[in-house]
């Protein structure tokens, strides 16, 4: 018995350490190229660890492009962009899910079909607006047109839906108004809502390359993707470079992440609301 | 005594930065597709060179992603009325950007004596010059050619300083060389070669003299000699030498300079960083690329870029636009450029300069894109083909060429197929552009 | 009399409304519903280069694209794509998430591991992975030849291709994934499966009946974003494959960046984005009117 149970636990690990191996095996394929002297990128049989370890490869990375700015764009649209999503989603969902008006359905349903428009479809007409606005080439331009989105409205109008009723109407009734209700009942609840969505909106904004790549003329306004395409070279990719790119700008993301993820799990997991 | 010094300095730097205001630089704003290494230092090092050399014209060179990301970037800035002065486009862009109609041509200023191209490559020159003007500035200008393994040609019993010069010899030798995980020759899907190909054979794309006596209206590289190169791919496909790496250039290039693939097909751009990736992994070659046997070579097709100038902006900064052109095109810089990369030094007075002596002397290898473009005959096939659609095109011969690979389709039917497709795209470009 | 009062109150209750819509709707009209038209119109037409209309073409270019065989193709890759990244995806994810709620020894530590993707961006991994992948030097050939499996053309050989830009995918979104099924993990009330446990329910039961059920938000959750993504997707085509090997990698959104971006053809492209856009709208309003009714909300 007792033995049945430690072999148990010894394959758990087993497992678990396999799959982690496997899970960090594309980053340390990244950060040992990142480390190797060019002659040794494409020695085989494969080079396992680096050695001699070539530092050099980071500083040039960095005297190619400025990856610091870049990042630094990178942190300040994403923090823009899930700031105003969620700001402009609960102001709608709460429209959707509270108030009864005229034509919401159709309203509704208009929106949602907009879910998986893509950006391919969107970028001239927008790429123009925003020339119109005086906008290229700036925060604005490359934040605003995902100042809203279908996904945020409906992720929080399906939460806001499963809250409590009775609540709201003793509020209305109470004299506290609709809009005191939204700041002070609704968002304090929804708070795992809106958890989900600012994290799904930080990362997909981070992921852009397209449009922030159009809407953008100058090196000072370059987000971090572009930044590592910009390492890329038609005429024949120096990897190890390349993956110094790739780790320097991945390393804080992922140190960020690991100061931050018991606060990003309860963000997620929230105030739960059992209803 | 140390207060008057301080103040002293103020002064001086107050009248040296009002000095130098008064003598504000033109901007020139210059966007190019150059990445990595290629882009962040070997241009920025020109550019900033040009700066400091002297004080009227300040060039600005922005990335803008590949080659047709910038020339995207470039179309909608037009579309808003705010492009950049210059603008690097590929080859393969020519014909577009004319009918773009968005930028000004060069001509005037070489009519008014401005700048003598006489000692400017002869192939290069004829490439941007459309109907008897010249719209662009050549640029980075390459070629391709065969990069081989010296240390494989040993293996297999070749001699090293024989390269093959038929494609009969080609496969022959491939075959040689091939077995134990190595493969004689390593190719992608790139629609250049096959252009390349086309042309040594002196044969046509499109029609109508390449496009370059009247409009193309129709493909024609489904001919014999175009059947003939994807043949030359079965075969070695067919023999177990062929290497296939997709549409990656850089999986091929990894297989070349990890030593696991003797001979490739490969632009003079890329020479010296492939000579560094190499280190002193093995021996590297070159030569001219090969021609079917008993066939009269005809020659190879430039390839790069060129730097548009656009319309739309102040005489003073058109001005100043073209001084850097100007720049671009001396001696020294088109050697700074061979020297650096293998780009072709495409004035032809580069090659007296002693940075470049030194370099042949040393390395043989960068001579042989030069001697190659040299001994090529400038007939329309070799001039190269001038179609507004060219990326389109290249795709559909990139899916020929895969099919043929890949052992889906023979080349005839491959290449018909790709060639109907390309017609049908120029018929609609020429609609588009009221041609 | 009261019909009137009803109408103001109507009226009333949406002018309301409209003042919390407002922002969003804002930006939306802006940006999605403007755009859109705008992509409507230009389908009818035959463009020039700058994307102008230049005549009217009534909906030839729908004809053409309904007779394409590459816009069923891109279609049916974009289909299967999306079940790579997504129910595929999720199967792997749920396990690992079990895994790591399990109560062991460092079980901190590989929790963070199995999220630590999340912070990779998804051009960043599709650059990695197209290393890993090279058919000489990539070290996905190394490792699957030490177990004696002979090596393949993952990013060159059309049947396995597509399956390779997704593996780069689900590497990237296990980070997403299973942050999100652990949060979800934490819902489950311990005494209710203490209580299934001592009416003898096995590990199997428990997981069926209590644990899949409170996750079903989670999973739909998911299976949103991970469709919604899978029909974007741009960057890991664009970077691994270019839609090769033989269009085997086009999804539609890279289907409508080539005619668009590449071969200047902005009508074809536009009707291409039309169509997609009602597909997706179709498939959107079946997908919620089943989805939503299925999903056990605590």
Redesign the interface.
Known sequence: MMHRSLLRKVLTHALIIALCVVILLPLYVAITTSLKQPSDVFARPHKWIPNPIHWQNYKNAFSYVPLGRFLLNSVVQSMMVTTMVMFSSALAAYAFSYIEFPGKRPLFLLILATLMVSGEVTIIPNFLTIQRLGWVDTYWGLTVPFFAGAFGIFLLRQFFLQLPRELYDAAVVDGCGRFRYLFEVIIPLSRSALGTLGVYTYLSTWNQYFWPLIVTNSTQMRTVQIGISMLRDAEGDAWHIIMAGVVSVTLPAIILFLIFQKQLVRGIVGGAVKG | MKKRHLILLVVTVLLLSLSLSAYAKVKVEFWH?????????ILQQFIDDFNASQDEVEVVA????????TL??Y??????G?P?HLVHVYEIGTR?MI??DSSVSLQPFLDRGDLELDYMVENVLSYYTIDGQLYSMPFNT?NPIIYYNKDMFREAGLDPEKPPVTFEEFREYAKLMTGD?KYGFGNY?YGWYFEQLMAVQNAEYVNNGNGRLGTATEATFNSEAGVRILQWFADMMADGSY?????????L???F?????GMRLG?T??LA??M??????FEMGVAFLPVPEGMERGGVIIGGGSIWMAKGHPEEEIEAAWKFLKHLTSPESTAYWHVN?GYFPIDRRAMELDEVKALHEEFPHFRTAIDQLEASQVTPATQGAVIG?F??AR?AV??AI??VV?G?ATPQEALDEAAAEVTA?IR?YN???GN | MRRKRIRSKGMRSLLEALLYLAPALIILIVFVFYPLIRSFYLSLFETNFMGQPIFFNGIEHYKTLIRSTRFWNSLRTTGLYTIYTVPVALSLAIPIALLGNLRIRGITFYRTVFICTIAVSTSISSIIWTWMFFPTTGVVNDIIGMIGIAPKRWLQDPSVALFAVAIATIWKGMGLNVLFLLAGLQGIPEELVEAARIDGANGWNVFWNITLPILSPTIFFLVVVGTIDAFRSFAPVHIMTRGGPLRSTTVLVYSIYQDAFINFNFGFASAQAITLFLIILALTLIQFRYAERSVHYQ
């Open positions: 597709g150059l990445g990595g290494h290629t882009g962040s230092h922005v990335y803008q992603g590949n080659y047709d990301d995207n970037k179309r909608l800035a037009v579309q808003a705010t950049p577009l009918d773009l390459s995980g899907a290497l296939h790496t997709g549409r990656d250039s850089g999986a290039r990894s297989a300079v990890s030593g696991n693939v632009s751009g890329g960083s492939t560094a990736d190499i280190g002193d992994r990369t659609v990326p389109e795709q990139e899916v895969e099919q890949l889906l795209a609609r609609i588009q552009s």
